[in-house]
């Protein structure tokens, strides 16, 4: 009887063992995506975004091969007002070294597509996709071709607004958050292709008290894209009191008093110290409770997990803000960041599919 159960589990396993190339393939361009967000931010501190003044999707893989080339492309920069503003005495071997990050930041994007795309049709070839999986995966790369695109009109901002010499923190919020939505979305199907029996603390978990977790998480990613877009971290650079006060006196000086929320550096910036003192709280009660609850068997595991990150994020967040915004730190915020969401999101997707029994759940 043992013997038939191992060899009817061995066979159930099957199916699964077929998705494994699958979750790698999606678990690598999700690491691209994750490289790319990294890569994008550093062309953004270091000014490096507004260096290609046009989108060529495809002759744009060529960089300048000889003096003549780079000197158009230097021409053009030439025209816009970061250059006119900023950098008005930047010499060729200047521009080169802000050309060269955004240039690979651009290539490692149109990688990610190839990545995608060649593995896509192999496994389609091969028939280890599911008809419901199709669907959701074409989507993700039309979802990824928008983020292209959305990217471009993102610089755009920079380029042909006489105000700007940075993009707006509009597109600069927009772009993130839609690579963010790519980049979980991607961990998302691939835990869901994980094998897995039913768990019985899965079965037990409510699912909304961390949907709310990693919404609380999104909105604070994204207001952080806020604070970079307006440079806040650069000012207020004193924990826990800004401005020498808990609730600085500037916060709503702008009209109407919408602006606030995204062009006062101040409140940007209060309001991004407050989501992460109200995700630390929320994170807190969630790992109490389900301390009491039974603890962190099974798929639980995760939470305490997150805990850590979650702590470790606001640590990083503490030192970055306190050292003036150091490139390395500000990278790694940002990095941390999106490893946080992406847990979550893991968490989320496996108290999904291992919920198989109906066991009742807890109050």
């Known amino acids: 009887m043992t013997s038939i159960g191992l060899s009817g589990g061995a066979e ?58 780079w000197q158009a492309e230097f021409d053009n920069y030439k025209k816009i007002p970061q250059y006119l503003i900023d950098n008005p005495n ?6 080169q070294a802000i050309f060269w990050p955004e240039w690979t930041h651009r290539l490692l994007d149109r990688l990610i597509g190839f990545a995608f795309l060649i593995p896509f049709l192999v496994f389609l070839a091969q028939r280890r996709l599911t008809r419901k999986l199709i669907a959701p995966l074409a989507l993700l790369f039309c979802l ?13 901002s920079g380029i042909e607004t ?21 980049f979980l979305a991607m961990i998302w199907v691939a835990r869901t292709l994980e094998p897995g029996v039913a768990d019985p603390a899965a079965a037990r978990t409510r699912r909304w008290p961390i949907a709310v977790l990693l919404v609380l998480i999104f909105c604070q990613i994204a207001m ?23 609730i600085p006196s500037g916060l709503g000086v702008m009209t109407p008093l919408w602006r606030n929320f995204f062009e006062n550096a101040e409140t940007v910036q ?6 992460a003192y109200l995700i630390v709280i929320y994170a807190a009660v969630l790992i109490w409770l389900q301390a009491r609850a039974g603890g962190f068997a099974g798929v639980n595991g995760w939470l305490p997990r997150l805990g850590v990150l979650i702590l470790l994020q606001v640590g990083l967040g503490i030192s970055t803000l306190l050292a003036y915004v150091p490139l390395p730190l500000a990278l790694g915020h940002q990095a941390l960041a999106f490893m946080l969401a992406g847990a979550t999101t893991a968490y989320l997707a496996d108290l999904t599919r291992l919920r198989g029994s109906k066991l009742p759940q807890l109050r």
């Open 90 to 95: 930047m010499t060729l071997s200047g521009f």
């Open 270 to 275: 209060f309001i991004h110290r407050d989501i």
């Open 162 to 182: 006489s105000t700007l010499t940075s993009v707006s923190q509009y597109r600069l919020a927009t772009h993130l958050c839609t690579a963010l939505l790519l």
């Open 224 to 246: 952080g894209a806020f604070v970079a877009g307006l440079h806040a971290g650069m000012g207020y650079n004193t924990w826990p009191l800004m401005d020498g006060a808990l």
């Open 12 to 69: 159930a396993a099957k199916p699964a063992d077929r998705l494994r190339p699958v979750r790698i393939w999606l678990y690598c361009v999700a690491l691209m995506i994750m490289a790319t967000l990294v890569l994008g931010g550093f062309t953004r501190a270091t000014g490096s975004g507004l260096s290609i003044t046009a989108w060529q999707p495809i002759s744009g893989v060529i960089p300048p091969l000889d003096a003549a080339q």
């Open 144 to 156: 990824g071709a928008l983020e292209g695109a959305i990217g471009w009109w993102m610089v755009t």
